[in-house]
């Protein structure tokens, strides 16, 4: 029974598991495909290819090797530079780390949260030298190589201005699509505009695998070096022959199987997704000092994590008490991530902007926004949020 004092806790966002996942993870068992090969992997990355308008797709263990393998096959090198978004989940920068490179780390845009495409821009007309055939940071003497923009919180980056100055200056453009599949920008699906893309379905994204990532493109080569790669580089199906050093990357048969019986559903968890964003907003348009992270023209976001920015001054108190009083109250509520020019391992990177995004770190919230959270656990959170604001200012 629910207490006041223990009141049902409401999660930020867990898996909705109500499609086939009990039906195709019995037919591994029974069928004793368990393990890194069976017939799910297939259907699932096909499945990932058709949702993404891509040719080609990889499973891989998770999303973090999946970034790791495709900046592999699109050719960064170690020493080489690789333009990251600064707010964002550390892995892709990690990632770039993984193959010897060097991120430079891309501030916030104030409007849309995401890659200030502005800044790139003049970072590579003003800051590089075209040498040798290639591009160079003259600041660094580095090779510049390719663009990582990560589309956070289920919402796209602009990607036509990007690829417009990807093609200018020769550039890869490695899309980390993990917090957005299923969106669109300008009606094309998120991960289709640069030369590859890569996803992740562990527990808290719009569909899970339990753990797991894919990797996409139309480039078949890529995807086959993908594949290859993350079997250790293994040449030979009868012999212990391996041709480079790979990776144990694969996805097994019954993470696929989990997948594919989510990706059935990915309509339905996006429509869950905006009910909770327009439910969000609606109720909070009048509340004193918050405001939505904002859906950009022409775009259409998934809202996997619904976010607020609170105004300090004007809801009463900031975003990590209100996080703290919602967590008294068993309402998971997260931050944002530290933005990564500010992060210890990367504390030596170059970076590209003025702060906007230690702004919107500061001041953001995501709030629960689970698939499968109810009418009544909305109101609650909503209903608690209204009432820390009205209960005056703090702190
Ligand atoms: C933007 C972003 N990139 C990469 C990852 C890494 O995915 P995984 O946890 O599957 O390695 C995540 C999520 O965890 C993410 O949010």
Request: charged share 20%.
């Amino acid at each position: 029974m629910t207490t006041k004092a223990h009141p049902e806790p409401i999660p930020l966002s867990v898996p909705l598991l109500d499609g086939n996942e009990k039906a195709y993870l019995k037919e591994c068992l029974d069928t004793n495909w368990v393990s890194s090969a069976g017939p799910f992997i297939e259907k699932f990355e096909a499945a990932l290819a058709a949702e993404t308008g891509l040719a080609h797709a990889a499973a891989t263990v998770n999303g973090t090797a999946a970034l790791h393998l495709a900046l592999l096959v699109a050719g960064v090198e170690p020493e080489d530079e690789v333009l990251v978004s600064d707010l964002t989940f550390i892995a892709p920068a990690n990632a770039v780390t993984y193959v010897g490179a060097e991120p430079v780390f891309v501030d916030a845009d104030p409007h849309s949260w995401q890659m200030d495409t502005d800044l790139v821009a003049k970072f590579l007309r003003d800051v590089c030298d075209r040498r040798d055939g290639g591009l160079v940071n003259r600041a660094t003497g580095r090779r510049v190589t390719a663009i990582l923009p990560v589309h956070i919180l289920g919402h796209p980056v602009d990607m036509d201005p990007l690829m417009t100055l990807a093609d200018e200056f020769g550039l890869a453009v490695i899309e980390d699509a993990t917090e957005s599949l299923g969106a669109t920008n300008r009606g094309k699906p998120v991960g289709s505009s640069g030369d590859i893309s890569c996803y992740s379905f562990n527990g808290n994204k719009l569909l899970t695998s339990g753990g797991g990532g894919m990797i996409a493109s139309d480039n078949a080569d890529w995807i086959e070096q993908s594949r290859h790669l993350s079997t250790q580089a293994r040449s030979s199906s009868e012999e212990y022959i391996h041709d480079a050093v790979g990776f144990n990357y694969r996805l097994t048969n019954i993470q696929a199987a989990l997948g594919l019986a989510q990706m059935e559903r990915i309509a339905d968890h996006i429509a869950a997704k905006k009910a909770i964003a327009a439910a969000y907003q609606k109720a909070f348009a009048e509340v004193p000092g918050l405001s939505f992270m904002p859906e950009a023209d022409g775009v259409e976001s998934t809202f996997w994590l619904s976010t607020v920015l609170v105004d300090k001054a004007a809801f009463g108190m900031g975003s990590r008490d209100l996080q703290a009083h919602l967590a008294e109250l068993s309402i998971q509520t997260r931050p944002l991530w530290q933005p990564l020019h500010l992060s210890p391992p990367y504390a030596g990177s170059m970076f590209l902007g003025s702060g906007v995004a230690d702004g919107l770190y500061v001041s953001a919230l995501s709030l629960p926004s689970s698939c499968g959270l109810t009418r009544d656990q909305q109101e609650r959170v909503i209903a608690e949020v209204i009432a820390a604001q009205q209960s005056g200012p703090r702190r």
